[in-house]
């Protein structure tokens, strides 16, 4: 079975940083693209994020230049680094993977549970 795991969210000041991680585990046989959503209150899921196997990373235009999404390979974890954070940053923030399990030939798309970023003074 696998499992998407985030950690890192909290409370912090406008302006300030925080760094989200996303570990995946179970039965896995390779990762094709990790990436980070996010759903603020009232309004759709959206993507912020994402890194793909090869090395190609894509943002969305609220997140360039602030955020920086990178991965580890090796521990089939991927890092969302979010600087200069906006109060409208506001969100529950899921991870996101694509990835290969046994005896699959199709990528499976695998989601975490959540974590909860608050950008307020």
């Known amino acids: 079975q696998v499992r998407l795991v985030e950690s890192g969210g909290g409370l912090v000041q406008p302006g300030g940083s925080l760094r989200l991680s996303c570990a995946a585990s179970g039965t896995i046989t390779s990762i094709y693209a990790m990436g980070w959503y996010r759903q603020a209150p009232g309004k759709q899921r959206e993507l912020i994020a994402f890194s793909t196997s090869d090395g190609t990373t894509n943002y969305a235009a609220s997140a360039k230049g602030r955020f920086t999404i990178s991965r580890d390979n090796a521990e089939n974890t991927v890092f969302l680094q979010m600087n200069s954070l906006k109060p409208e940053d506001t969100a529950v923030y899921y991870c996101?993977?694509?990835?290969?399990?046994?005896?699959?030939?199709?990528?499976?798309?695998?989601w975490g549970q959540g974590t909860q970023v608050t950008v307020s003074s």
């Open positions: 996101n993977a694509d990835l290969y399990i046994p005896r699959r030939r199709d990528p499976l798309t695998y």
